[in-house]
Each structure stands twice: as structure tokens, then as C-alpha cells.
T-cell receptor
Framework: EAGVTQFPSHSVIEKGQTVTLRCDPI?????LYWYRRVMGKEIKFLLH????????ESGMPNNRFLAERTGGTYSTLKVQPAELEDSGVYFC??????????????FGPGTRLTVL | GNSVTQMEGPVTLSEEAFLTINCTYT??????LFWYVQYPGEGLQLLLK?????DKGSNKGFEATYRKETTSFHLEKGSVQVSDSAVYFC??????????????FGTGTQLKVEL
């Protein structure tokens, strides 16, 4: 079973440009999460999809960030326009649905975004 | 809101030394607690978990006990190896108040084990 994949692994852009990050979850996982770690601080939740619907987007920092999950498969996270404080590592995770206990989240390797 | 506090790193140990990484939490509900590990160049992996008070999670020689009275979930290993060098994250999930199993993480503790 393939794991969660993210593309690109590293992106360097200038302030004001646009960047789109992609996440491919494990096949069959309805839940998809985006997290971000900024400058060695804690990893913070951004948003959660259940299939193609946004279940919780309370962690999205502002309207420069747009996440989509068309068809309930892969997801994209677009930052437009990028600012210096958006630099960090963006993680994607996916998990199954159902059951009464916690469903383990499987993480991708992350995309390191550097805004100059 | 929910929060996780873990000891600052980096932590440098000699091989076969005893490891403790402290983690305390604040939660309004009854969270599940986790330790995740990130090896160089890889994504986060679930190391162990505990879902209720006094539960002990264990895996690969690591263990942590859910202490409700001290709101702690300290990670321990009796004898570390060079291959344990990684960043360790303490986290919680509080489906009642947090919703959807989203994770709240600590800042991470980098561990370096030397020969």
C-alpha cells in the first residue's frame, strides 16, 4: 500500500508569488488533513476534509490560503500571494473513517516552503 | 483550548543511555495522547498512543503512561540506539471538543544519539 505522498518536496518562491502544494492520500482514506510547522515551532492544524467536503477549516490562517479536494481524492493547498511568514513545512495526513476509536493519521514527508 | 508542552531540545545522549522526554497537556475534554516520530527525510510516524487515563502505550522499546492527575505523557526508553535519532512530537486528539480527530502537537524534541 502506497503511503501519503506530497509534491513538491521543496519550493522556493518570492514574496507575492503563488504556490500550489499537492497531497495524495492513501487510497480509500476519506479523511485528509493539512498541518503546518513554522520555524521549528509546533505543528499546527490547518484544515480537515472528509471526502470532498471541508469538515473543519478553523486553522487556516487567512484568505490567502485555499484548499481543495475535488472528487475526494488528492488535495491541493494554494497560497496566493505568498508572504514571508508562510515559510515552513506543510504536512498532509490521511486516515480511514468509521469505527469508534481513533483512526491513525498517516503523514506524508511534507513540503518545505521557503518564501524569500 | 487544547495545548501540548514538551521539553525543548536538542537532547544528545550516548548509546544505551536512558531517555525521558517530558510532555504535559491541557485539554477541556478527555483526549487521546500520542507520540509521533519523524526520522530524517521522512514523514511523521505514530510511535505509540494511549486513549484513557493510566493506559500505557509502548512500541519499539519506547513507552509512555497517560497520567490524568499530572496531565502528563512522558516518553521513556531504557536504552537508546543511534537509530533512534529523530524528532519526537507529543500530540493529543480530543474528538469531543476538537472535532474530527485533528491533532494538537507540541513543538517537537530533537534527539541525537551518539556512539
Amino acid at each position: 500500500e502506497a503511503g501519503v505522498t506530497q509534491f513538491p518536496s521543496h519550493s522556493v518562491i518570492e514574496k507575492g508569488q503563488t504556490v500550489t502544494l499537492r497531497c495524495d492520500p492513501i487510497s480509500g482514506h476519506d479523511n485528509l488533513y493539512w498541518y503546518r510547522r513554522v520555524m521549528g515551532k509546533e505543528i499546527k492544524f490547518l484544515l480537515h476534509f472528509v471526502k470532498e467536503s471541508k469538515q473543519d477549516e478553523s486553522g487556516m490562517p487567512n484568505n490567502r490560503f485555499l484548499a481543495e479536494r475535488t472528487g475526494g481524492t488528492y488535495s491541493t493547498l494554494k497560497v496566493q500571494p505568498a508572504e514571508l511568514e508562510d515559510s515552513g513545512v506543510y504536512f498532509c495526513a490521511s486516515s480511514r473513517s468509521g469505527g469508534s476509536s481513533y483512526n491513525e493519521q498517516f503523514f506524508g514527508p511534507g513540503t518545505r516552503l521557503t518564501v524569500l | 483550548g487544547n495545548s501540548v508542552t514538551q521539553m525543548e531540545g536538542p537532547v544528545t545522549l550516548s548509546e544505551e543511555a536512558f531517555l525521558t522526554i517530558n510532555c504535559t497537556y491541557t485539554a477541556t475534554g478527555y483526549p487521546s495522547l500520542f507520540w509521533y516520530v519523524q526520522y530524517p527525510g521522512e514523514g511523521l510516524q505514530l510511535l505509540l498512543k494511549a486513549t484513557k487515563a493510566d493506559d500505557k502505550g509502548s512500541n519499539k522499546g519506547f513507552e509512555a503512561t497517560y497520567r490524568k492527575e499530572t496531565t502528563s505523557f512522558h516518553l521513556e526508553k531504557g536504552s537508546v540506539q543511534v537509530s533512534d535519532s529523530a524528532v519526537y512530537f507529543c500530540a493529543l486528539s480530543d474528538p469531543v471538543t476538537g472535532g474530527g480527530n485533528k491533532l494538537t502537537f507540541g513543538t517537537g524534541t530533537q534527539l541525537k544519539v551518539e556512539l
